[in-house]
Nanobody
Framework: QVQLVESGGGSVQAGGSLRLSCAAS????????AAWYRQAPGKERESIAT???????NYVESVKGRFTIYRDNAKKTVYLQMNSLKPEDTGVYYC???????????WGQGTQVTVSS
């Protein structure tokens, strides 16, 4: 069973930046699609950024121009660079690997991001 560990969250003021990391126990991000999800308080998880093995990238409209998703050379870690953070970015951030558009791995613990105004 592949383990996923998210890290890098914290509390920042609006306009600040954070870089989140998603570390996998195996080199799994060289194939398929890796995704970052956000779960805002009281809401369900939603996919906000994806990157395929070929490098194709997609973002939800609300983070375009502010967030960047990328992989490391070993294909074991996926990052999410978050700039110009807004209070509405607050939530728990998770990563996963997708098959047919759906997450297929056990969810990690997530990493909390809190943005204050």
């Amino acid at each position: 069973q592949v383990q996923l560990v998210e890290s890098g969250g914290g509390s920042v003021q609006a306009g600040g930046s954070l870089r989140l990391s998603c570390a996998a126990s195996e080199s799994i991000f060289g194939s398929g699609v890796a995704a970052w999800y956000r779960q805002a308080p009281g809401k369900e998880r939603e996919s906000i950024a994806t990157i395929s093995y070929s490098g194709s990238i997609n973002y939800v409209e609300s983070v375009k121009g502010r967030f960047t998703i990328y992989r490391d050379n070993a294909k074991k870690t996926v990052y999410l660079q978050m700039n110009s953070l807004k209070p509405e970015d607050t939530g728990v951030y998770y990563c996963n690997k997708l098959l047919m558009g759906s997450p297929r791995l056990q969810w990690g613990q997530g990493t909390q991001v809190t943005v204050s105004s």
